[in-house]
């Protein structure tokens, strides 16, 4: 026990004695003091807000006559725009597992003790730049479905009137099978071996079972973002389509 008060007193005396770097502040009160203003000022832009804008009533629901287009609360409608780039299974189960999984898996797929008691962005470049993709990605599908979708779900761009219905896109084609194979195996052959070969330290840090698993979550919500711009800009609906399920 002395031993250890003894560590414990050198360890103070060293924080006394060494000079604080301009970049780091103490927890509390400066970080949590930030925090705070932030909150307040959040809440003061949401009550002006909630006081600028109407929210009507609608009419009351009529099983004879349904809304066009009928769309979710906003915090859902990023995962009814995905509806339309998937099978429902896919886009309504197995994304939002993958997403929850991923984020669990975080903490276990990450072994690097840098940062580890600090909020700094220096230490967690890669993996903090990897999470804001995903975090933005996720409101970029709720800005499409909540502003970009019109009567019968169609993609109207800001430009486009909503007066002029769409019919259901006629150019949608699938990629044939054997393309669909070839082009999801090579995808995913090149995105599993290209970041080893280019960092070799990268793969050993991480080992076999992780450095698989991280970026094979990685590339699908990649893939996610590649179909979503094949499906606006090239028209093709599916990659792969099976018997079972489709990509």
Not at 76 to 89: H, I, M, N, S, T
Not at 172 to 199: R, T
Request: contains cysteine.
């Amino acid at each position: 026990m002395d031993a250890l008060a003894d560590d414990i007193n050198m360890d103070v005396k060293k924080q006394k004695k060494a000079p604080l770097n301009d970049e780091v502040v103490f927890t509390f009160p400066d970080l949590v003091a930030r925090e705070f203003l932030v909150i307040i000022l959040a809440c003061v832009v949401l009550s002006l807000w909630s006081l600028a804008l109407d929210a009507p009533l609608k009419a009351i629901a009529d099983p004879n006559w349904t809304e066009n287009p009928a769309k979710a609360p906003w915090y859902f409608v990023g995962l009814q725009e995905v509806l339309v780039y998937f099978d429902p299974w896919v886009a309504g189960v197995g994304i939002p597992v993958l997403i929850i999984f991923g984020l669990m898996a975080i903490p276990y797929l990450d072994p690097n003790p840098a940062g580890v008691g600090e909020y700094n962005v220096r230490d967690r470049k890669f993996s903090i730049s990897l999470f804001m993709v995903g975090y933005i990605f996720w409101f970029v599908l709720i800005i499409f479905g909540q502003f970009l979708r019109g009567p019968n779900w169609q993609f109207y761009w800001p430009w486009e009137d909503w007066a002029v219905h769409k019919e259901a896109d006629q150019k949608l084609v699938n990629l044939p099978v054997l393309w669909g194979y070839v082009s999801l195996a090579g995808y995913f052959i090149a995105g599993l071996s290209l970041p080893a070969l280019v960092s070799r330290s990268f793969y050993k840090k991480l080992g076999f079972g992780r450095y698989v698993t991280t970026w094979i979550l990685i590339l699908l919500m990649f893939l996610i973002i590649i179909k979503i711009v094949l499906r606006i800009f090239f028209h093709i609906k599916y990659i792969l389509v099976t018997p079972y399920f489709s990509i």
